[in-house]
């Protein structure tokens, strides 16, 4: 484009080749409706196959039939759209209430038989919420068309995963509850209390009002040892998956809460190293030198925190050793009296960014520290000029969504340690991946430019020991004469000679230790690498020369191993027809959807969970169009990064913590709301965040009280041997199904338990099922 060639070409040829193409709309700025049909060339047709008319015909703008289409067809297939900054029209909302739509229904509307779906889709895409049309289409239709759908739970929460048997089909709890939108079973219907009754207890669950924290004892939090594997009542997880379960499901002085800590809290917990220990108090900004450099005391408290130095390690005993006397036994001489310390930064900073103070070079972390020596305090006109003179070179607005240099698609590749040229200057691909991962969006041009250019520089294939086999963390072998675990060999040595997939010593090293270190597990029907699709379970499929239901096939695969070629092949065969990737509002790792966070997105929900269950309902698929789109708009709402270190309303400073009055009410960003509630808001904020720290400022004489006797917290409680809930001699099948007890209904429950869950009571069982704990599985019949 722009070559002599080119432009000859365009001069040349454009009035023979090309066209300006007649559009079905007599006002440009208006929309087709493509699900409007009128008649056309002897058939029904949909408005917007008029676009293609016009490309196959060559109608001009401005011809004659451009003109006499436009105006026999324009006015029914055309709309002005609405202004998307207001709520759009949604034909089951009556103030702030959402129902359900019963889509199927036909009515009469704008003269033809349309379904109550169409109906909606026309409302949102043409009408305002607040619009005359909207609301006299809501008096004809509400009635015919919407309803209250059957809520399982009611006041409490589902329990997504959990697997039941329904109308003798398996299923999950939640699929359940589309269900009940698809078969349109209304609240206080017969089957919707017959399905409560049956299965409120496998599907549903209380938040705890005193959640229970792995590493909390007597008032002090500890730290979790995130990837540190462990087994649970005879079932493997981590101590971050098992710590999460526990805050979501169990109160803090409940059975398996107290089992957990007497049990793991030596292997999952530790104390956070800090420079003063118990012996003194930190002052934050006393200036000390560190690897060279000047920090705060308060700023290298920070570097333990990302290093995870555990308190007692001779790590910790070396730093407390060389920092104790300048940071925590007074304030320091080379500090003056004043005020709060001038912070150039509200947000992030460029500790090593270089810059020039009073004509002496230094990085942007010791200008910190002399600002402070040379008393330039928070407010005064010093520290306005030096933040007008400094910001540029040191302050960036860390992104909502960071640039991953070595990531493809959905893939995370490892990082070289590759020197490169960038922007001109020499550096490395740590250095490019650590810059665009604190300053660039994803989306942003420089990202997807620096990542076309220097992925193949920067990024590779790291080696998989066990490559589709699952590697047993737990394992040792001898490797190269040295006895480490197989874990070490895929975590650290390979990582440390950047050995790639492929490579003839990830070849090597595979054949050597597979037998010791890699393991098969089952066959899952709709699990793909990593990631785990939704089975539909009801769907028909033709298997081995019969039609069977994709439950059924997905239940005789189990009894596969999954590098199997009967499971590869079975997958293979069904795979598409039998497994569905749901549309999820968060794409990235690490964030999570704020289910209850309220929204004003075009009218569509009032709930972040209420998009999700639409996108459910409607079996929209990851990739579509649609999905994208809600996506691109929600994701800012409705997602958030899971915090490093979580805020706790009633954390004190010293890391103890306080009861939480949770039913009090109080005025919080100008709406009555309960302490429970503030709580809830700030679990997604970091804990020392401006807002944590400012709302606990202003709620902690209402929200918090000392436990009784002092801040003593739960010290003393240690939990009795679980009670034993199973007869091995008694009413079991030699395949696990196990009855309990019938109910008023005269149904009989059946359970299928493993050797692990049979020391649980039941509820203990359900619940440990949705983290994942248990490779067995519950199924309720009725």
Known sequence: NGTEECTSSISEFRDFCCFDKCTICMNETDMVDWETYVDFDSSSQSCGNFDWYFTSNVVKKGSQECTDLQMAYSEKCCYAPIDYTVPACSLCKQGEVWYDLNGDIQVEFEGEPRSCNEVSNSLFRKSEDSSEICAQARSEYFDSCCFVKCDLCQDAQLDANVEIMY????????????????????????????????????????????????????????????????????????????????????????????????????????????????????YWDNPVQFNDMKFACGELTWILSGEMIEDGTPECIDMQTSYFDQCCTGPSLEIPEGGDKCEICPSGKDWYAQVTYNETPMTCLELDSVLLRDGLFDGSDECQSATEQYSAQCCYTPPIKSCNLCQSGERFFSIKDQRVTFNGAETNCYGIHNYLYTRVEADDNMCIGTQIDLFDICCYDRCRLCHDYQLDMEAVVVHHGTSMGCSEIENSVFALNQTAQGSKECLETHKEHFDECCYDIPCSLCTVGDKRHELLVSDPVTFQGRTRTCGEVSVLM????????????????????????????????????????????????????????????????????????????????????????????????????????????????GASVTCSDVSAMLSSEELDSLLCLSTRDQLWNDCCVPHEGGDSGLGGISPSLPPEVFNENKGVSASGWSPSDQDEHGLTTFFRRNAANRLLPRSHVMSLKALGLYFSFAYYFC
Not at 209 to 223: A, F, H, I, V, Y
Not at 598 to 627: F, K
Request: proline fraction near 3%; charged fraction near 20%; glycine fraction near 6%.
């Open 558 to 669: 189990e009894a596969e191993m999954s590098q199997s070629e009967t499971c590869k092949n079975t997958k293979h065969e069904v795979f598409d027809t039998c497994c569905f990737q749901q549309c999820e509002l968060c794409t990235d790792p690490g964030w999570v959807v704020n289910w209850n966070r309220p929204l004003s997105y075009d009218g569509l929900a009032s709930t972040c969970i209420d998009v999700y269950m639409n996108l459910r309902n409607e079996m929209v698929a990851a990739g579509d169009d649609r999905c994208l789109t809600v996506q691109h708009t929600l994701s800012e709402e409705c997602c958030y990064k899971i915090p490093s270190s979580q805020c706790s309303l009633c954390q004190n400073s010293n890391g103890t913590f306080l009861n939480t009055n949770w039913n009090y009410e109080v005025t919080y960003q």
């Open 167 to 282: 109308n003798n089909a398996v299923t999950t709890c939640l699929e359940l509850g589309l269900k009940f939108s698809i078969d349109i079973i209304q609240e206080g219907s017969d089957e919707c209390n017959t399905a409560r009754e049956l299965f409120a207890e496998p599907c549903c669950f209380l938040t705890p009002t005193e959640p229970c924290t792995l590493c909390s004892n007597d008032g002090n939090q500890g730290q979790v040892r995130a990837n540190v594997d462990v087994n649970f009542y005879g079932s493997q997880t981590t101590c971050s998956e098992l710590n999460s379960f526990l805050v979501s499901r169990e109160e803090q002085v409940g059975f398996m809460c107290q089992a957990a800590k007497t049990e793991l809290q030596g292997t999952c917990c530790f104390e956070m190293c800090t420079i003063c220990g118990n012996d003194g108090n930190l």
